[in-house]
């Protein structure tokens, strides 16, 4: 699926099932496909493959992925659920020459300025080509840490290394809402809120900062010719993105609610998505806008993002519907 050089490796000092039953029982519960031959074994997951080979010394564990950044994630991930394990046998990862993680992107802010009443826009100036890939997760997650200087960097394994410890790290994902043509600047539309780490963040930076983001991650444009979009706030970056990417032939309704009115923002379009903004105090207006989904048989995909509580209520809403499946994703972007 993807080039040789989007490929790492391992040796694994043990065969059979102790390594391979549960990684597939964790592959299988999330829907990935796993083929079993032996103490040989294949996961088709949305990061990439997973190859286990049964060798002299034990097995061979090789992850290719379509893009370095997702090699890193898929490695980052299995290096993780291997120590998960807790198998008490020497894992031997090809050696690596170190640097920054293939995922991470050193930019500098350029501005950050109030939007709306809810929002402040955060411009960043970097490396951003990966994010311009056809198929790009739309995706990011800033890395806040109060206390250490340094960023994250790859050990000799290719693995990632967090000073202080991963855990101290505040990592919240965001979404690119504009990149520009030649990849080299991003907007990050950063909804404020009272105690939030980043909003905090956002009064002390300034343009010069560097920042450091991991991505591209997470979901994808989706491609179908009928698009369902709903969310709160903190979906308004990414429903609003993937209008504007869609195809001009791409029908369908989308609603943001939105803690104020102002926080709407106008949006040039040639699709026939037809898109309402909703009152965010309104507790009903996110479920009653699925309600007024009228969704075709066919070719269509159906995208929620809202606060934990509406997430789940939307994934029955799907459930009761039979939406449940590749067409559609209910998103908790936020807990209260
Ligand atoms: C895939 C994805 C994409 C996202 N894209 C965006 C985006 O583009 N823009 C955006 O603004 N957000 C986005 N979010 C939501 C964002 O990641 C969360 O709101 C995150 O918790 C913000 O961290 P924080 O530092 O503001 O809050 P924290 O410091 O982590 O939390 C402090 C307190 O605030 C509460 N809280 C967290 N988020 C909110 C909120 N939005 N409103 C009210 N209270 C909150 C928490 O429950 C906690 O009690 C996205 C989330 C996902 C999963």
Redesign the pocket.
């Known amino acids: 699926m993807a080039p040789a050089t989007n490929s790492r490796s391992a040796t694994v000092a043990i065969t059979g099932p102790s390594l391979l039953d549960p990684l597939a029982a964790i592959a299988q519960r999330s829907g990935f496909g796993v083929k079993r031959l032996g103490d040989a074994m294949t996961i088709d997951a949305p990061l990439g493959d997973v190859r286990f080979d049964p060798t002299e010394n034990g097995t061979e564990l090789t992850l290719t992925a379509r893009t370095p950044a997702e090699l890193q994630l898929l490695t980052d991930l299995y290096a993780q659920r291997l120590k998960d394990l807790s198998l008490g046998v020497p894992i031997t990862w090809a050696q690596h020459t170190g640097g920054m993680p293939l995922n991470q992107i050193v930019g500098t802010v350029i501005s950050i300025r109030a939007l709306s009443p809810s929002f402040a826009r955060l411009r960043l100036a970097g490396d951003f080509k990966a994010f311009k890939q056809p198929n790009a997760g739309l ?1 990011l997650r800033l890395l806040l840490h109060p206390d250490s200087p340094e960023w994250p960097t790859l050990d000799a394994n290719g693995l990632t290394q967090w000073p202080c410890g991963i855990a101290s790290w ?1 990592r ?4 690119v ?1 504009r990149i520009c043509a030649q990849g080299t600047w991003i907007d ?4 404020l ?1 009272a ?5 905090e963040w956002c009064d002390r930076v300034a343009p010069g900062d560097e920042v450091a983001l991991h991505g591209p991650s ?2 994808k444009q989706p491609n179908a010719k009928w698009l369902g979009l709903i969310g709160d ?3 308004l ?2 429903i609003l993105r993937i209008i504007e990417n869609a195809a001009t032939d791409t029908k369908g309704q989308a609603f943001i609610a939105t803690r104020h009115p102002s926080d709407a923002q106008q949006i040039e379009t040639q699709t026939d998505i037809e898109l309402s903004w909703l009152d965010m105090n309104d507790d009903q207006a996110l479920l009653d806008a699925l309600n007024q989904l009228i969704v075709p048989d066919t070719d269509r995909h159906i995208f929620f ?1 809202a606060e934990r509580n509406f997430a789940a209520q939307a994934r029955n809403w799907l459930t009761q519907n039979k939406l449940v499946g590749p067409g559609s994703k209910a ?6």
Do not use: C, K, L
């Not at 998103?331 to 209260?336: E, I, P, S, V």
């Open positions: 995706h505040h919240p994902p965001y979404t809402r990050v539309d950063i909804v809120h105690g939030g780490r980043v909003t997470g979901s706030e903190t979906a970056p990414v993002a998103a908790a972007y936020w807990t209260r």
